[in-house]
């Protein structure tokens, strides 16, 4: 079956703009999560979705925001860009957000660059 | 709270030897653990995880961990590295009832021939 997939997988924004990622999960699986992975601060957890609602925020500005749909695709978008949240964003499904067993699949991320 | 620390930004190997990748992890109660493995411009692909059965953990490619909660240790070893092992490798936890991953800042492994 298909997995995580991500778009777009790289894009240029110069700083002051916005931009929307978007993730697409694995069929069936119902949780979304989202990281930010930087050579400086490694991987930081963003935030988690689950039956449209947020269920944990991870420590960022509220620049950073995201909302998933009912057919539990998820999209994240970043206001006023800074050159410090140029990144790569991981996308990651699971069947559900309950335990630790539920194993993260993650996509091939999409990588921001900002000027 | 729970973090994790991997000792060594950078492994090198030589094709054929043996591959010990350390991770030391905090957490104030039973931890889930894992091992992810991230190849050049993809995401990231779990290895093997820890979820309170076993504590000696086989995986995908010949890597296995052995959970040590005396030494709260989780490291990851490989018998004999390949060239195809060269990769940045992640160590991961979770407190167990909950999914949301903290991770180490990652160990390189480079191998040669």
């Known amino acids: 079956k298909a997995g995580v997939t991500q778009t777009p997988r790289y894009l240029i924004k110069t700083r002051g703009q916005q931009v929307t990622l978007s993730c697409s999960p694995i069929s069936g699986h119902r949780s979304v999560s989202w990281y930010q992975q930087t050579p400086g601060q490694g991987l930081q957890f963003l935030f988690e979705?689950?039956?449209?609602?947020?269920?944990n925020k991870g420590n960022f500005p509220g620049r950073f925001s995201g909302r998933q749909f009912s057919n539990s695709r998820s999209e994240m978008n970043v206001s006023t860009l800074e050159l410090g949240d140029s990144a790569l964003y991981l996308c990651a499904s699971s069947l559900a957000p309950s335990t630790g067993a539920n194993v993260l699949t993650f996509g091939a991320g999409s990588r921001l660059t900002v000027l | 709270a729970q973090s994790v620390t991997q000792l060594g930004s950078h492994v090198s190997v030589s094709e054929g030897a043996l591959v010990l990748l350390r991770c030391n992890y905090s957490s104030s109660v039973p931890p889930y653990l894992f091992w992810y493995v991230q190849y050049p411009n993809q995401g990231l692909q779990l290895l093997l995880k820890?979820?309170?059965?076993?504590?000696l953990v086989k995986g995908i490619n010949g890597f296995e961990a052995e959970f040590k909660k005396s030494e709260t240790s989780f490291h990851l070893t490989k018998p004999s590295a390949h060239m195809s092992d060269a990769a940045e490798y992640f160590c991961a936890v979770t407190p167990s009832g909950y999914s949301t991953l903290t991770f180490g800042k990652g160990t390189m492994l480079l191998v040669s021939p």
């Open positions: 820890y979820t309170s059965a076993a504590t």
């Open positions: 979705y689950f039956s449209e609602t947020q269920r």
